[in-house]
Antibody, heavy 119, light 110 residues
Framework: EVQLVQSEAEVKKPGESLKISCKGS????????IGWVRQMPGRGLEWMGI????????RYSPSFQGQVTISADKSIRTAYLQWSSLKASDTAMYYC????????????WGQGTLVTVSS | QSALTQPASVSGSPGQSITISCTGSSSDVGGYNYVSWYQQHPGKAPKLMIHEVTNRPSGVSNRFSGSKSGNAASLTISGLQAEDEADYYC??????????FGTGTKVTVL
């Protein structure tokens, strides 16, 4: 059974750094694209970016390029989403997603990690 | 890369059929047969309902169907049921090798 298990909720202050994680199991981690989707409170879904753990090929939405970093450690089957300096506007639910058929759509979703940024 | 355009809300009575539209451009919806649809109930993670315009994943009711014409795609829910009340998002692969979501549609069962 494919599972994407995300790290717990985080509460941070503006300007702090953060790295959240997503551990994949039940499939060949290096063979499928894994990525991140943002959902701000009461808002819609936003596609952030994806990575192919096999060769670390990474693609970002123009809206998130330079704002976050997506990475993966294939030795521990884990993908990451990180910020170097958080803003209040980063407050959102972040979903880890996986596309079994390529970078075209997401078959599998994690449970979500709520990030709250507040002074 | 602008979000795909969806109506903010669609409603219908139980048993009726409703259709949600999703309008993009030749760089996304019109250029690829990689339109997908997701259902999201409040407080839950989204669920894939349709992929590659018309394909239903295993376990998804055949009351859900998809189509595409030019730069616009549609999701039709037939035999509307109370459990179908949720938010629905379309998504498309793009010429940049990324994806873009739609603005989202709230479906209300009257």
């Amino acid at each position: 059974e494919v599972q994407l298990v995300q790290s717990e909720a985080e509460v941070k202050k503006p300007g702090e750094s953060l790295k959240i994680s997503c551990k994949g199991s039940g499939y060949s981690f290096t063979s499928y694209w894994i990525g991140w989707v943002r959902q701000m409170p009461g808002r819609g879904l936003e596609w952030m970016g994806i990575i192919y753990p096999g060769d670390s090929d990474t693609r970002y939405s123009p809206s998130f390029q330079g704002q976050v970093t997506i990475s993966a450690d294939k030795s521990i089957r884990t993908a990451y989403l990180q910020w170097s300096s958080l803003k209040a506007s980063d407050t959102a639910m972040y979903y880890c997603v996986m596309g079994a058929a390529g970078p075209y759509y997401f078959d599998y979703w994690g449970q979500g990690t709520l990030v709250t940024v507040s002074s | 890369q602008s979000a795909l355009t969806q109506p903010a809300s669609v409603s219908g009575s139980p048993g009726q059929s409703i259709t949600i539209s999703c309008t993009g451009s030749s760089s996304d919806v019109g250029g690829y047969n990689y339109v997908s649809w997701y259902q999201q109930h409040p407080g839950k993670a989204p669920k894939l309902m349709i992929h590659e315009v018309t394909n239903r994943p295993s376990g998804v009711s055949n009351r859900f169907s998809g189509s595409k014409s030019g730069n616009a795609a549609s999701l039709t829910i037939s035999g509307l049921q109370a459990e179908d009340e949720a938010d629905y998002y379309c998504s498309s692969y793009t010429s940049s090798g990324t994806q873009v979501f739609g603005t989202g549609t709230k479906v209300t069962v009257l």
